[in-house]
């Protein structure tokens, strides 16, 4: 919904980086996005391929990586939920998202970020 | 998901997480709102849902006790703002241009611009929107979330975070869920099946005790922050 004004806040970042190191290209971006973030990343590489047109990430090639969340429950459980596949919608993600050990619904701790990891530069 | 690529040159770390950015924010100004000694409240939900309605009735129930100020998040024009402006009360309004969400940056920039010392209550009306809301904590004491029931009975679960997230659930204009085929017990329903303490509150501009028990909550919740007791 928002992943424009993200991208132009991701880009920014990514081109500073690269001024900073002298980079006359950017070949790849690393991205992490939080499973819970609502961030989708094919529309955000959408943005940020037209934001960097024109400069030094033009070619880049973007790299997403789902970062799983990490919930806290009543009952002293803090972790990971039970792994869950890849293929799962917002949804059915969220409202299965219970203590693995006391099967009730948890505060989530994590997973919603939306990070630069790192970008590869020649 | 994956793209996989060939490292050619060499890799720099930069670890810049943006979500983390406006949670720092958020947290400064939770710091200037305490100082302020001000609770606030940040109320979102889809348009048309009665976010400024149900606002405007707080309003004119406790600006005579007292302190109320008011932060109108709107895309463009500014029609929200000059309703709580009407009613008196010091309101600040927040045009997001593009955005569909006020962030913590904005509300940061209008508290600086705007001392709200001596302020009991700020109500924060972000823009319509059940989605994106959720990514921006804005450093608010209470999250509301409102739905109504003409945005039909299945609209909690199509938005999940905003009810796990929030701190109060409202369903509004319940007078005409016959009319819409709406059985509003069915939203609180799904809002308990996500978020299991959250209080719900069914109400109607039309039926003064729902609204006198939307006042009352926001009093409690205003009262027992000042008490210290959250």
Request: charge should be negative.
């Given at each position: 919904?928002?992943?424009?004004?993200?991208?132009?806040d991701?880009?920014?970042?990514?081109?500073?980086?690269?001024?900073?190191?002298?980079?006359?290209?950017?070949?790849?971006?690393?991205?992490?996005?939080?499973?819970?973030?609502?961030?989708?990343?094919?529309?955000?590489?959408?943005?940020?391929?037209?934001?960097?047109?024109?400069?030094v990430?033009?070619?880049?090639?973007?790299?997403f990586?789902?970062?799983?969340?990490?919930?806290?429950?009543?009952?002293?459980y803090?972790?990971?939920?039970?792994?869950?596949?890849?293929?799962?919608?917002?949804l059915?993600?969220?409202?299965s998202?219970?203590?693995?050990?006391?099967?009730?619904?948890?505060?989530?701790?994590?997973?919603?970020?939306?990070?630069?990891?790192?970008?590869?530069?020649? | 998901?994956?793209?996989?690529?060939?490292?050619?040159?060499?890799?720099?770390?930069?670890?810049?997480?943006?979500f983390?950015?406006?949670?720092?924010?958020?947290?400064?100004?939770?710091?200037?709102?305490?100082?302020?000694?001000?609770?606030?409240?940040?109320?979102?939900?889809?348009?048309?849902?009665?976010?400024?309605?149900?606002?405007?009735?707080?309003?004119?129930?406790?600006?005579?006790?007292?302190?109320?100020?008011?932060?109108?998040?709107?895309?463009?024009?500014?029609?929200?703002?000059?309703?709580?402006?009407?009613?008196?009360?010091?309101?600040?309004?927040?045009?997001?241009g593009?955005?569909?969400?006020?962030?913590?940056?904005?509300?940061?920039?209008?508290?600086?611009?705007?001392?709200l010392s001596?302020?009991?209550?700020?109500?924060?009306?972000?823009?319509?929107?059940?989605?994106?809301?959720?990514?921006?904590?804005?450093?608010?004491?209470?999250?509301?979330?409102?739905?109504?029931?003409?945005?039909?009975?299945?609209?909690?679960?199509?938005?999940?975070?905003i009810?796990?997230?929030?701190?109060?659930a409202?369903?509004?204009?319940?007078?005409?869920?016959?009319?819409v085929?709406?059985?509003?017990?069915?939203?609180?329903?799904?809002?308990?099946?996500?978020?299991?303490?959250i209080?719900?509150?069914?109400?109607?501009?039309?039926?003064?005790?729902?609204?006198?028990?939307?006042?009352?909550?926001?009093?409690?919740?205003m009262?027992?922050?000042?008490?210290?007791?959250?």
């Amino acid at each position: 919904m928002h992943e424009y004004s993200l991208a132009v806040d991701l880009m920014e970042s990514v081109l500073t980086a690269a001024a900073e190191n002298d980079a006359v290209t950017v070949n790849s971006v690393s991205i992490k996005v939080g499973r819970i973030a609502h961030v989708n990343p094919i529309q955000l590489e959408f943005c940020l391929r037209s934001i960097g047109e024109g400069t030094v990430a033009e070619n880049a090639v973007y790299s997403f990586e789902y970062v799983e969340p990490e919930i806290k429950c009543l009952c002293g459980y803090s972790g990971k939920p039970n792994v869950l596949g890849d293929d799962l919608d917002m949804l059915e993600y969220l409202v299965s998202l219970v203590c693995p050990e006391c099967g009730k619904n948890v505060e989530v701790i994590g997973g919603t970020e939306l990070t630069v990891e790192s970008i590869d530069i020649d | 998901m994956w793209n996989t690529f060939l490292a050619t040159g060499h890799i720099i770390s930069i670890g810049h997480d943006f979500f983390k950015e406006n949670r720092k924010l958020a947290d400064k100004n939770r710091e200037t709102l305490k100082k302020s000694g001000v609770f606030s409240v940040n109320i979102m939900g889809a348009i048309g849902s009665g976010k400024t309605t149900l606002i405007e009735e707080a309003i004119k129930a406790l600006s005579g006790k007292y302190k109320v100020a008011a932060i109108a998040g709107d895309v463009i024009a500014d029609m929200d703002a000059s309703r709580f402006e009407k009613l008196g009360i010091k309101t600040i309004p927040a045009n997001t241009g593009k955005e569909c969400h006020l962030d913590a940056h904005i509300v940061n920039d209008l508290l600086k611009k705007n001392d709200l010392s001596g302020y009991d209550i700020l109500f924060i009306e972000n823009v319509g929107n059940l989605i994106c809301p959720t990514d921006f904590d804005l450093g608010e004491d209470m999250k509301i979330v409102v739905v109504s029931v003409s945005e039909g009975d299945d609209i909690v679960l199509k938005h999940p975070v905003i009810f796990k997230t929030s701190d109060l659930a409202v369903i509004n204009k319940i007078d005409i869920a016959e009319a819409v085929g709406v059985n509003p017990e069915t939203m609180v329903r799904d809002a308990k099946s996500l978020n299991e303490n959250i209080p719900i509150l069914l109400t109607s501009k039309k039926q003064p005790e729902t609204v006198a028990a939307w006042v009352q909550t926001i009093e409690n919740a205003m009262l027992e922050k000042k008490a210290g007791k959250n």
